[in-house]
């Protein structure tokens, strides 16, 4: 079964938007994780305008599954991710000041950055994943950068989907059956929700773990938490 990473942000964003501690991030990451979910996602950026570096620090002992932290491998970044040691660390090419993902690795261009800092993170036991957009060439560049996996940015594949366009899971079909080949694991995140996310695991050969914050806690306003989590875990058999 496919595993599900529950990313935390927005509850990092509610509780920032009044200060204090409610909701308390820390309950919720154990709580999730008691609804059945097999992973915590976090992604702290520089501006900290929602999970903050401290919060790492925080889930470091709360995160009994599976932890991974996402960001560009910028030099705070990096010193973070060596000091928490979480199971995963996704590398993500976020623009200072961007308002969320927007786009893959180019890893051929950026091939010998990408493999200096995921050796260093693999000498400290992380498992390393490069976020890349269903492009044959950046799936092969990811190869050889020595990442274990990569994450599939999804969110053309929503948009797609959206549309009634089943045919928009074919560059991510393929990208996986590729990485399938080169023997690289295989993650996915960005706009994957409960309408569109069995559609996409079934078309997905070999997807380990998927990464799902904003249309999770949103659907958990109407539906409750516990009940979001394991209707994901239901469509994901």
Sequence with gaps: MTKLSVNINKIATLRNARGGNVPDLLQVAKDIQKFGAQGITIHPRPDERHVRYQDARDLKSIVYTEFNIEG????????????????????????????????????????????????????NGIRTSIFVDPILEMVEGAKATGADRIELYTEEFAHQYGLGNLNGIEPYTKAAILANDLNLGINAGHDLSLDNIKFFKENIPGLLEVSIGHALISEALYLGLDNVVNMYLQKMK
């Design 72 to 123: 560009n491998p910028q030099h705070n970044f990096i010193d973070l991710v060596l000091e928490c040691k979480p199971t995963q660390v996704t590398l993500v090419p976020d623009a200072i000041g961007a308002i969320t993902s927007s786009a893959g690795w180019d890893t051929i261009k950026h091939q010998a950055y990408l493999t200096e800092v995921i050796q260093e993170f693999q000498r």
